[in-house]
């Protein structure tokens, strides 16, 4: 009989080395720790979330300076307006904030209406539309300016914000930056934004909008019948047979 090779281990041999051992102990993560673990998780969250918001809320150098000496004042649904009240050709523009052609026409268009304004023929007033991504905040934002009188000022800022920031444009926070940045009263403005009066404005407009079976912004009237063509619109405006009142 052969006997058994030797064992290299040196402890081999010992009173009940090898000997068949129970399962091994799991090891248990201690509740406090994931609740820490956690509460750190959100509070980084936080932060990583507060640095990503806008910081940004540049107001043009100009802003406002072509509506120097126009006459201002609102409809009596609160829809903000430029020139005389009894001017003879009206015009009306339901827009949105979130409307790409609705900043292209107060870019391009607008300024072709300025000295028709000025001169008592045209009365241009604004229908501020709910509609796309931040529009609902810029247009309660416009017309809380406008209860400081600085309705345009504002609407011009927001338009020249468009396309300039990626998913954030009319984020509360820029918005916000921004009326600071126009000089507003920011108690009375933010008093404003979380009161009714605004929101029932902007709902008027909805309506109108319902009203009149439009679907898209800008829709443009002159007189009350829509106009689609923007020369049609601006020659109208400059005719010589819109006598000033």
Partial sequence: MTPPAPSSDPLAGLPGYGAQRGPARRWRVPLWLLILVGALVIILGAGAA????????????????????????????????????????????????????CAGFFEDELPHLIDAIEAGRVRFVLIPLPFG?????????????????????????????????????????????GAEALGLDMDAYETCMDGDAVQQVIERARNEFDRRGLRGTPSLFANGERVRNYDELVALANAESAETP
Avoid at 83 to 97: C, K, M, N, R, T
Wanted: negative net charge; proline residues 6%; contains cysteine.
């Fill in 133 to 177: 991504r931040g529009a609902p905040t810029a247009a309660r934002a416009a017309l809380c300016a406008g209860e400081q009188g600085r309705f345009w000022e504002m609407n011009d800022t927001l338009y020249s914000w468009h396309g300039r920031f990626v998913g954030s444009t009319y984020h509360a926070r820029r918005v916000n930056m």
């Fill in 50 to 101: 507060y640095l990503m918001l806008p910081l940004d809320a540049p107001v043009p150098d100009d802003v406002g300076a072509r509506y120097a000496g126009l006459e201002r004042g609102v409809t009596e649904q609160g829809f903000p307006r430029l020139g005389h009240a009894d001017a003879p050709v009206l015009i009306e523009d339901f827009s949105s904030y979130a409307c790409t052609h």
